[in-house]
């Protein structure tokens, strides 16, 4: 059965390739009609198992450092680049990697995956690993709460075989519970670094910014810079030269190091090194990307009020001369936009203009008009909009950056870059 | 006699802000605050938790939607609050409800699971929890214009026989899904489902409650008209958007 399934799987991918499309979901899905076990089956052969990476903010950067990092360590990775975060979309991805014999020719796969669609995986394959990196408000209106966010993440969390990485500083993760056998590798930021990273909680009620630290964290950030990073990895000091830009990524590579401490305890430290200094930026997650005119962009996708305030401390780390925001309201990015009110732009009230873009262009430059800035520029259209925003750019002569939502980000890069996007436009699922 | 708008002053008072705040609502009390600014009127924003004091001479009270869990911390201190809630209401006092304080303005709320939290009364509704969840885009039609929103509830809300809602539904569910009311208001007190915030896309109802809270204070007011070029637009857009 499995190997009817892989060659009915391979033989679609050939058809829609004949028709210039790749990766995409269709494969998968109709596998996961005709055959359900097929998944659990096919990943059972890996011999370091199956890890899920969770959360509201940071899944795909984490899930993209955690990678190169086991790969340093000579390990054969599978996972879903793209960030398909649907079942069908990793069965899509085992299909097109499996070989025609079924044999899946990796050691490990991690996948990212949100919390609703976490939990549909983790009932079909168990995890040896989870990664649960924070509880933040985000596309509400497709799960309803922020408690019933936590809820799905602690059914994943229960679902782990091995050993579970948990945000120490994260109340709501650091309140998970896993089953008796399971061991918790935890994660943290240093106290001094507070004021950096705002939880939930913390970013509603600013009265209330006390440090939790929930247990002794296996790697700990103490510190980053735009050009490195410092960490206490099981007790020792260590720094590292990475260019990811911002807290948020530092963050990110730190739960990365800890799932490294659990998959591979004692890795080699000198290819590490060289791994953590050739780290891109997954994609539009401050990816800086080179426009049609000339002039370079620094893409940051923004999903909900904590990523979206965590993104803007970027402008206290780099000047950057042209600003555009661009949000869109489609399913993906969810379609109620209330949640721009919880964010504080106040600090661009000084800039000069803000490109404002996107379905929701318009509320967009009412948030901003609210929080004192002025000269919003306001076009809806994504295609007219690129064009304004890139002759900015070029006439600005300055480094620019986009804080975009999902659906928008996918559109503008595929706009700026054709070809080069490297993602098939089908892949939009989340 | 008429007062002049730069000698005036409002005192705004928010109920719950750190476990009533959910999708955006604090916005709400950007718009009255920047809407009477603009206009030279002095604003005292006010934070009241639980544990906290009413304060004396608040011309509007506003209150956000909540988690189920933020419903079950309050409903204590907002009881011990009620007496005096609802003598201020009844004193003409503007009020702004939305959401999980919408419905415990109301009488009762009895959840899913059967725990019925009381309200305080100064509506006259009743909720229960339902299966179902409300979400979407929302248009309604109400005696202040056009209202667009969004609305995110499972509660399902019934009005008495004669009460006043909020407005008529347009587009979603309103209250209950059935009878195609959306809200409801006594006097000066308005409650709705409408999150979005409600006020930064309709700034004639935002600025219907200030006129309000100024005329009980000062008598005969006339607002000075502000350039709501960008507020329209993004009203108009959200009329626009699939539900």
């Known amino acids: 059965m499995q190997l009817i399934s892989i060659a009915i799987g391979k033989f679609i991918f050939r058809l829609l390739r004949l028709f210039g499309r790749t990766g995409s979901a269709l494969p998968g899905l109709v596998i996961e009609k005709l055959n359900p076990h097929f998944l659990p089956t096919l990943l059972r052969q890996l011999p370091y198992g199956v890890i899920v990476v969770s959360g509201t903010n940071g899944k795909t950067t984490t899930t993209k450092i955690s990678t190169a990092l086991l790969e340093s360590q000579g390990l054969r990775v599978l996972t879903n680049r793209t960030g398909s975060n649907f079942v069908r979309g990793i069965i899509s991805v ?19 995956q949100d919390e609703a669609h976490a939990v549909r995986f983790a009932h079909q394959v168990k995890p040896r690993g989870v990664v649960i990196l924070n509880v933040m408000r985000d596309q509400m209106d497709r799960f309803g709460e922020i408690d019933t966010t936590r809820q799905m993440l602690q059914q994943l969390v229960s679902a782990a075989t091995d050993w579970v990485t948990l945000n120490a500083n994260d109340e709501r993760v650091s309140h998970l519970q896993a089953a008796p056998n399971v061991k918790t590798y935890w994660y943290a930021h240093s106290k001094e670094l507070q004021p950096d990273f705002l939880t939930d909680d913390q970013l509603y009620h600013a009265e209330s910014v006390a440090y939790h630290l929930a247990a002794q964290p296996t ?36 739960a990365a190091m800890t799932l490294l401490c659990a998959v591979v305890p004692k890795y080699n430290e000198t290819k590490l090194k060289a791994t953590l200094r050739e780290l891109q930026p997954a994609f539009g997650r401050g990816e800086i990307i080179t426009l049609p005119s000339g002039g370079s962009l620094t893409l940051q996708l923004v999903k909900n009020p904590g990523g979206f305030t965590q993104a803007l401390r970027m402008l206290e780390l780099k000047t950057y001369s042209v600003i555009g925001i661009a949000i869109n309201d489609d399913y993906p990015d969810g379609r109620d936009v209330s949640w721009l009110w919880d964010v504080d732009f106040s600090n661009l009230s000084s800039q000069p203009s803000i490109l404002c873009g996107g379905t929701r ?36 002569k300055g480094e620019a950056i986009l804080f975009c939502t999902y659906t928008a980000m996918r559109k503008l890069r595929a706009l700026y870059l054709g070809n080069r996007s490297g993602l098939d436009e089908e892949d939009v699922d989340i | 006699m008429t007062t002049k708008e730069t000698a005036m002053e409002l005192t705004i008072v928010h109920l719950y802000p750190k476990e009533m705040n959910i999708y955006g609502d604090t916005g709400n ?30 011309d509007i009270i506003i209150g956000g939607g909540g988690q189920d869990a933020g419903q079950g911390i309050i409903q204590d201190d907002l009881q011990h609050k009620a007496p005096q809630l ?47 969840r409300m979400i979407g885009n929302t248009i309604y039609d109400t005696l202040y214009g056009e209202i667009v929103g969004y609305e995110n509830h499972s509660g399902v809300t019934v009005l008495d026989t004669g009460a006043q809602p909020f407005g008529r539904v347009v587009r979603g569910d309103g209250n209950n899904g059935g009878d195609g009311t959306e809200g409801c208001s006594v006097q000066n007190v308005f409650g709705t489902y409408s999150h979005g915030p409600v006020l930064v896309k309709n700034p004639q109802f935002a600025d ?21 070029s960008i507020e329209l637009a993004a009203h108009a857009v959200a009329t626009m958007r699939p539900r």
């Open chain 1, 219 to 254: 790697v700990l950030l103490t510190g980053y810079t735009d050009c490195d990073v410092s960490l206490t990895i099981r007790g020792k000091k260590r720094h590292y030269e990475y260019a990811l830009q911002g807290g948020h990524n530092a963050l990110n590579l730190t």
């Open chain 2, 208 to 228: 219907e409650l200030l006129r309000r809270a100024l005329q009980r204070k000062y008598g005969t007011v006339r607002l000075a008209s502000l350039d709501d």
């Open chain 1, 361 to 396: 262009a318009a509320d967009m430059a009412n948030r901003l008009k609210y929080d004192d800035c002025k000269n919003m520029a306001v076009e809806g259209a994504i295609p007219e909009y690129a064009t304004i925003l890139d002759a900015t750019v070029a006439q600005a």
């Open chain 2, 86 to 132: 609802r003598a201020l209401a009844s004193d003409g006092v503007v009020m702004l409800m939305i959401c999980g304080m919408y419905q415990l303005f109301g009488r009762s709320f009895t959840t899913h699971q059967g725990e019925i939290i009381k309200g305080i009364g100064v509506l006259p509704l009743e909720t229960t929890g339902g299966e179902v």
């Open chain 2, 29 to 58: 009390r950007l718009a009255l605050q920047k809407r009477a600014e603009w206009r030279g009127i002095a604003v005292d924003i006010q934070l009241v938790g639980i544990g906290d004091r009413l304060p004396d001479g608040a």
């Open chain 1, 94 to 112: 085992v299909i097109d990697k499996a070989r025609w014999n079924s044999e899946l020719p990796y050691d490990i796969a991690i996948f990212e």
